[in-house]
Structures are given as structure tokens and as C-alpha cells.
């Protein structure tokens, strides 16, 4: 996970914590390494599951904000458990790895929000300083846009022009951990 190979690391985590002794103290150590490793593909993990491993007070505020693409909230609630996740290395993964997915799941709820399909980038840009980063441009929207489905973890298109973004009418949003 340290040299950003995730998709190699979420194999090996998940065969590491499916061959483990049954210990709960060894499996919560590997599942919070694979969580994370899920997480800044897209995949979440479910409520259930954590409870199961004891692991929900650790996670489960956290991926509200992260299923919601509430930005805002989900880092305030990162670095309230900096501690937790900075002793395993995972604290700036997390910070820095999953802003994208963020965005994404952000673009997601404003899509349902607002049920229309094409969205003006002053649009997104109004919103995304309100929930985000009050210092964000047209420009920085549009970049990460750009990125979003040059990754193809949106589909549409966007046009510079017309200073819009146009999401697909079918299946927006793929299924990110699919997704090379």
C-alpha cells in the first residue's frame, strides 16, 4: 500500500485475512489495512461486517462522510482519529488518496439532488466551496472533473465552452473498484 499499488495490496490483504487463525486482534489489524486499501478504490465496506469485527466506532462516522462525499466532514473526522490511523500508516492515505473518490461520491448526491444530468460548472463550484473549500475556482472544478472521468470513475463529458459538465443517463457512476 506504501508505494500506492492498492489493487496488488487488496489481493493480498483479502488472502491474508481469509487464511488467518480466526484471532479477532489479527484480523482487525489486516481489516484495517484492507479497508482502506478498498476505500480509495470506492468500495465500502458493510456496517455489519465491521460490527462483526468490532470495527465500526473505528469507521463508521468516517464512511458516512465518505458514502455522502461530504469532504468536509469526512477529514474534520480524520484528523479527529489521526492518532488511530497515523500509527499504521494509513492516516495520510487516507487523507490524500480518497479525495478523489470524495469528489466523486460528492458528484453523485448532487446529481440525485438536483436529477438533471448536465450541470454547470458555477454549479458545482458554489456547492463545492460551501461543502469543501471555500477557495476553489471554475478551474479547479473542471480539473477534477477532468480527472474523474479521464479515470473513468464518471462517465460523461465536459465542455470548456460551455463551462458544463454532461453525465451519462445510464450508470453515471460505475462501480469504482472495477475500475483500472
Known sequence: MYYHRFQEADTFLEKAFHTLHPFPHHQQRVLKYWIVCRLVHGSIPNFSFLEQYQMLDQFQTLLTHYIGG??????????????????????????????????????K??????????MQFS???????????????????????????????????????QQIAVFAKSDPFPAAFIVS
Open 70 to 107: 461530504d469532504i468536509k466532514n469526512f477529514q474534520k473526522q480524520l484528523d479527529l482519529q489521526r492518532d488511530y490511523f497515523y500509527v499504521s500508516g494509513l492516516y495520510m492515505i487516507l487523507k490524500s488518496r480518497t479525495v478523489l473518490m470524495l469528489y466523486r461520491n460528492f458528484c
Open 109 to 118: 448526491r448532487i446529481l440525485i439532488l438536483f436529477g438533471n444530468s448536465r
Open 123 to 161: 454549479i458545482l463550484q458554489d456547492l463545492t466551496r460551501k461543502y469543501f473549500d471555500p477557495d476553489w475556482t471554475n478551474q479547479d472544478v473542471e480539473s477534477m472533473l477532468v480527472s474523474l472521468v479521464d479515470q473513468r470513475l464518471i462517465k460523461g463529458y465536459l465542455s470548456h465552452s
